[in-house]
Structures are given as C-alpha cells and as structure tokens.
C-alpha cells in the first residue's frame, strides 16, 4: 500500500518542508507516503473565490491516482486519537488500495472533492494553516505506523 498526499498550495516554507521530509522518509518502509502539490485557485478582490475553490478541487481530482481509499481533510470530519488511528490504519491496510489525502485551500474542498471522498478526517478543532497540516499528517501516519509495528516512538 502506497498513500498520496494531495495539498492544495505550492512553495511551503523551509521548515514545513524539512519536517514533512522527515516523516515521509520515517515512513518509506511502512507506507510511502507522496506529495502533489496543486496549484491554488485565483484569489483576490475581483476574483471569485467559489470559482477558485472550484478550479482547485478539479485538480486535486486530477491527481488522485487509481482507485484510491480518499480521506479528505476536513474539521467537520472525524476526529482520531493517535491509537484510534492505527487501528483505522489497520483497516485501510486491509482494504487492498492506496490511500489518497487530500488537504484543501482556505475555502476548504470543492462539493466535487468531498463527494468523491470515502471519509473525511479532522485533526481536531483548532484552524491549522493549510501547510502544517502536510507535517502534523506525515507525523500522525508515522506515529501510527509506529504504533502498529510495535515501534517505541509512541510512549502514551
């Protein structure tokens, strides 16, 4: 099993990059995990941010590789302790197909996105800066990974 993630927004500042790096390479062996980063919707004060989110949600839906497991990101999603997620990791595993997150732009997904969506996931109920959310995910996977292999890295 292979996991994309698919985030709106390009250019992330140096030190979410490095640490999103970082996780994804603690990950590599037990699911490698991949960014696509897509290109954000035109914003500004004659533009109409419904287009943009629209537009942005097209691409987000071009980059889905094949018939993925799509967990949108989403705060009105469903929230998980870090053991609830490693058994949630448990189940994707046994569902056979990759996995495919999916973090908005700041209006959120386009009705589209969260309709192609298998779940929706909230990582809680602070407002976390669209770039961040790519680090606290690739940590959170790692950590439940961690969990599942009987890994040290989680001491509750």
């Known amino acids: 099993m ?4 698919v985030a709106v927004g390009e250019r ?3 030190w979410v990059a490095e640490g999103y790096a970082e996780y994804e390479k603690r990950l590599s062996h037990w699911l490698p995990l991949e960014l696509v980063e897509v290109a954000p ?4 004060k004659q533009r109409d941010t419904a287009r943009a989110t629209h537009d942005e949600g097209a691409r987000v839906l071009a980059a889905l590789p094949k018939n993925p497991h799509v ?3 989403d705060g009105r999603g469903r929230q998980h302790s870090s053991e609830q997620l490693a058994v949630r990791m448990e189940h994707w595993r046994g ?3 990759d996995l495919a997150f999916l973090v908005g732009g700041p209006e959120g ?3 589209d996105v969260v309709a192609r969506a298998d779940e ?3 990582l809680g109920p602070l407002t976390l800066p669209h770039m961040l959310v ?3 995910l690739a940590e959170q996977l790692y950590r439940a990974c961690a969990l599942l292999a009987n890994h040290p890295y989680h001491r509750a």
């Not at 292979?2 to 993630?5: G, P, S, T, V, Y």
């Open 95 to 97: 569902l056979g197909r």
């Open 134 to 136: 790519r680090l606290v």
């Open 2 to 5: 292979k996991a994309r993630l």
């Open 109 to 111: 997904h386009a009705a």
């Open 71 to 73: 967990v949108v990101l």
């Open 12 to 14: 992330a500042p140096h």
């Open 120 to 122: 929706q996931w909230s």
């Open 41 to 44: 919707g035109l914003r500004g």
